[in-house]
């Protein structure tokens, strides 16, 4: 006998599998739920551009033979010492404390080997970071965790930080479980307690006040040092042209993909602008000002390979950074620990606890049989490579463009694939003039 | 006048070595005072005209005695290490932010931030302190003769506040391990923050700091405030103390 051809059950668009288990876990918990990383949610990108190459009215240079630039200088505003850099990709400010000091010390060996720079983060400056980094940016947090006059002076840079594109607008916590004697030390804090790290600083508010602040920090550090200015992704035309109002020598903007060591995934998620969205604005301001290229803007959020380098560039940065990527480079989220990764609920490429302390990889801990698991050494290598790997990809592209510095990449050189990207990157939609919002279109 | 002209001038017969910030550009100031070391002879200096500059006397990192006749702006003895600095008149926000050691005194009144997120010394303000007085310190001792304003002490980490007067609203307001002593009113505790039994290793903490600071008061007359420590680890049940 012939069955009745049955519906099929249909899952919910808005109550996915996805977010029924998230309203199961909030209801079992009454806690919302806290992880690491930047925006997992599809926004507009750098994969939403594409370079346009050469063509008979711009001619390219050779791949193997013909010298294409890599090389920046931040901070020449007005720190008697500015930073030159060999490649236009910084390491992103990561604290100690989120991370290990072995993954730290992986972080300074890589971004030296490759001719860059990386950053502390919140809990201040370890002897790993500053002993294996050519060039350290210091950052100047909220928290002020670990902030000394000393440390100040054995910076290569410094940088304020305001806002981080994974939470414009929120501080941070360190849960007691990573809190060691050490990491507590340097805070000046008990072992095992959750650790704030604070939304604002605690003695300055608004612009006026930041300029007298970058003052103080000059004066303290003899007017030797770049101050960078670091916002998320919020009002990117407006806190870029503040900053340079302040008296910033470097802009760090990041966008809603950048990672941080632990928030509210709500935060994450549903707070700042995407990456793509932030540079142009941020461009204009400088452009406004007569800063571009005075003042330089280094672009984070969601920068994975040498195109992501070279569209960020052609949209007006000077440089960008990562921190993510660093991360996979030094091993986080390697598919051969999978079997770890299951037992703690996730799996490889999706673990984001990272303020959990329980790393397989033993790189976001501070549990020392953890932590043997990860090889400082070979880990700066792996990190070498991966920065080697990006800039000779943003030189390819930038040598088909017929530009002999990555820097001379421009908007020109770009359209978009969608209408979307085509307005937040103000370049044409594929096949097309249409700049979106140009002229009023 | 340029640095190395201060460095090298002859000290005046009082043995104390002037700079006139009418004359004397603030990079100039703090550049002579930032090359003194232990070794220095000169030892004492005055600031005269400091006319409310900002960033004065900042980043100092030796035993030197300097006075300032006059007030100042921000920030002034930010980040001082083993240096006394003595205002004369009355001081912008974030006086001796994130101090290291050393002494600051302020004969006048402190605007906001003082000694916010400071490390070690001691900060003493004889007239009132504004609000956040104290915000975020990290073991630095703070000694206010008057008053101080609201959400003073909020997240004190280490240290020693001592108000010989009245503290205004959410007084060490999620507060962790710094020690509050108030010797007039507080209008109001913030989160986490608990009045706390004070025994005799408090009192005697409270005689040192008083002596130093030139207090005329008896460690008896204060009471002492502290961390409740519920915050301490977040739980969801602490979600409506803040």
């Known amino acids: ?441 | 006048m340029k640095t190395a002209e201060l460095a090298d001038a002859e000290p005046e017969t009082s043995g104390v070595q002037t700079i006139d910030m009418a004359r004397t550009e603030l990079r100039q100031v703090n550049a002579t005072l930032q090359a003194q070391n232990a070794a220095a002879n000169q030892r004492k200096w005055t600031i005269e005209n400091p006319r409310g500059s900002h960033a004065m006397a900042v980043g100092l990192d030796a035993p030197i005695e300097v006075t300032v006749k006059g007030s100042t702006g921000y920030y002034c003895a930010g980040m001082n290490k083993q240096a006394t600095v003595h205002v004369e008149g009355s001081a912008g926000p974030g006086l001796a932010e994130n101090m290291m050691s050393g002494t600051v005194i302020v004969e006048g009144d402190a605007s906001q931030y003082a000694g916010a997120t400071g490390h070690g010394g001691l900060l003493v303000i004889k007239g009132n302190a504004s609000s956040r007085c104290g915000i975020s310190m990290k073991g630095i001792d703070i000694v206010v003769h008057g008053n101080v304003g609201h959400m003073s002490a909020f997240m004190a980490q280490k240290g020693n506040l001592v108000v010989l007067g009245d503290a205004g609203d959410a007084l060490g307001d999620s507060l962790y391990e710094a020690r509050l002593f108030v010797r007039g009113s507080v209008k109001s505790l913030g989160a986490d923050c608990i009045e706390k039994e004070m025994r005799p290793e408090h009192l005697e903490i409270l005689k040192s700091l008083l002596e130093r600071a030139g207090a005329a008061a008896r460690p008896e007359e204060f009471r002492r405030y502290g961390s409740a420590r519920k915050l301490y680890n977040f739980h969801v049940d602490h979600a409506g103390e803040y």
């Open chain 1, 1 to 441: 006998m012939e069955q009745t051809p049955q519906t099929l059950p249909r899952g919910s668009w808005t109550f996915s599998n996805e977010t029924n288990a998230e309203i199961r876990r909030a209801a079992a918990t009454g806690i919302y739920d806290i992880r690491g990383g930047g925006a997992k949610r599809r926004v507009p990108h750098f994969d939403d551009l594409l370079f346009l190459g050469a063509s008979i009215s711009r001619y390219p240079l050779e791949g193997y033979r013909e010298k294409c630039e890599t090389s920046v200088v931040l901070g020449a505003r007005f720190a008697k010492k500015p930073i030159e850099l060999k490649i236009p990709i910084t390491i992103a400010g990561m604290s100690f404390g989120s991370l290990s000091g072995p993954a730290k010390e992986a972080l300074g060996r890589g971004a030296t080997m490759a001719g860059t720079s990386t950053t502390t983060g919140d809990g201040g400056m370890t002897e790993e970071e500053r002993g294996h980094s050519r060039t350290l940016v210091y950052q100047y947090l909220p928290s002020r965790y670990g902030m000394n006059p000393d440390d100040l002076r054995r910076a290569d840079a410094i940088e304020i930080v305001i806002g981080q594109g994974a939470k414009p607008g929120g501080g941070g916590m360190l849960l007691g479980q990573k809190i060691t004697e050490r990491v507590a030390g340097m805070r000046d804090l008990p072992v095992g307690i959750d650790q704030r790290s604070a939304c604002r600083h605690p003695d300055w508010t608004g612009p006026d006040d930041l300029e007298i602040k970058i003052l103080e920090l000059r004066e303290i550090t003899g007017w030797e040092k770049p101050i960078y200015v670091k916002i998320g992704g919020a009002r990117p035309y407006y806190d870029t042209a503040l900053a340079v109002k302040a008296g910033a020598d470097v802009v760090v903007l990041d966008g809603m993909q950048g990672g941080t060591a632990a928030t509210q995934d709500v935060f994450i998620e549903h707070v700042g602008q995407p990456t793509l969205a932030c540079i142009r604005p941020a461009v204009q301001a400088l452009q406004d000002l007569g800063m571009h290229r005075q003042v330089q803007l280094i672009v984070s959020g969601g920068i994975r390979t040498g195109a992501d380098v070279a569209k960020a560039l052609a949209l007006g940065a000077d440089a960008v950074s990562i921190g993510t990527a660093a991360l996979v480079a030094l091993g986080d989220n390697d598919p051969k620990w999978e079997a770890e990764y299951q037992k703690l609920g996730t799996t490889a490429g999706a673990y984001d606890d990272w303020h959990e302390g329980r790393d397989p990889a033993g790189i976001t801990t501070q549990d020392p049989e953890l932590m043997k698991r990860f090889d400082p050494i070979d880990a700066g290598r792996r990190l070498r490579n991966y920065l080697s790997v990006l800039t000779l990809e943003c030189q390819t592209i930038a040598r088909a463009c017929g530009k002999s510095h990555v820097h001379n990449l421009e908007p020109e050189d770009l359209c978009a694939l969608t209408i979307e990207a085509a307005a937040m990157a103000q370049v044409p939609l594929a096949g097309t003039n249409w700049i979106p919002g140009r002229n009023g279109l």
